[in-house]
T-cell receptor
Framework: NAGVTQTPKFRILKIGQSMTLQCTQD?????MYWYRQDPGMGLKLIYY???????DKGEVPNGYNVSRSTTEDFPLRLELAAPSQTSVYFC?????????????FGDGTRLSIL | GENVEQHPSTLSVQEGDSAVIKCTYS??????FPWYKQELGKGPQLIID?????GEKKDQRIAVTLNKTAKHFSLHITETQPEDSAVYFC???????????FGDGTTLTVKP
């Protein structure tokens, strides 16, 4: 089972460049999430989606954008990359609200901005 | 908003010993508390969770306890094995808000 797949696994960007982190899930989950994980820290929620066409801001949304045109895909867009966005990014999905269904995480995208 | 504090940040135990990781939360409305294990180069995986109407839950060598009055919950791993070595995260969730707040993680090392 593929589960949650993130691409790319690693990427180095220059300051000011833009890129899209891809996330796709094959479990037909309604809920999808983007987190960032800084060294020695927990996960911070960037954006989330409760279904196709619906997105909402999390704790740290500045500098990012998302879209959810299909149930399977939830790409994260970085515009004008800044060094502060160097982090490991995790995408996750769940069938329903977190109180009732566990989150399934991808293996992450390690992003460095120089 | 919710604030979750996790201690210790690092924990080293001998194989076969027990390990305990503690978390405190600030939002009294939080009612769901999952624990995740993250191995090197991988995403977090749910290992156990507990809801606010339960005081303790056990799954083989892993148990979680919840004290709602004191607003803290703990992960207990008994008979630790080297493959238990990983980073463990706690989280707290107010189901009305719908979003989890994570602790900063505990790096557990089990020495053979």
């Amino acid at each position: 089972n593929a589960g949650v797949t993130q691409t790319p696994k690693f990427r180095i960007l220059k300051i000011g460049q833009s890129m899209t982190l891809q996330c796709t899930q094959d479990m037909n989950h309604n809920y999808m999430y983007w987190y960032r994980q800084d060294p020695g820290m927990g996960l911070k929620l960037i954006y989330y989606s409760v279904g196709a066409g619906i997105t909402d801001k999390g704790e740290v949304p500045n500098g990012y954008n998302v879209s959810r045109s299909t149930t399977e895909d939830f790409p994260l867009r970085l515009e004008l990359a800044a060094p502060s966005q160097t982090s490991v990014y995790f995408c996750a999905s769940s069938q329903g609200a977190l109180s009732n269904q566990p989150q399934h995480f991808g293996d992450g995208t390690r992003l460095s901005i120089l | 908003g919710e604030n979750v504090e996790q201690h210790p940040s690092t924990l080293s135990v001998q194989e076969g010993d027990s390990a305990v990781i503690k978390c405190t939360y600030s939002d009294s409305a939080s009612n769901y508390f999952p624990w995740y294990k993250q191995e090197l180069g991988k995403g977090p995986q749910l290992i156990i969770d507990i809801r606010s109407n339960v005081g303790e839950k056990k799954d083989q060598r892993i148990a979680v306890t919840l004290n709602k009055t004191a607003k803290h919950f703990s992960l207990h791993i008994t008979e630790t094995q080297p493959e238990d070595s990983a980073v463990y995260f706690c989280a707290g969730l107010n189901t009305n808000a719908g979003k989890s707040t994570f602790g900063d993680g505990t790096t557990l090392t089990v020495k053979p």
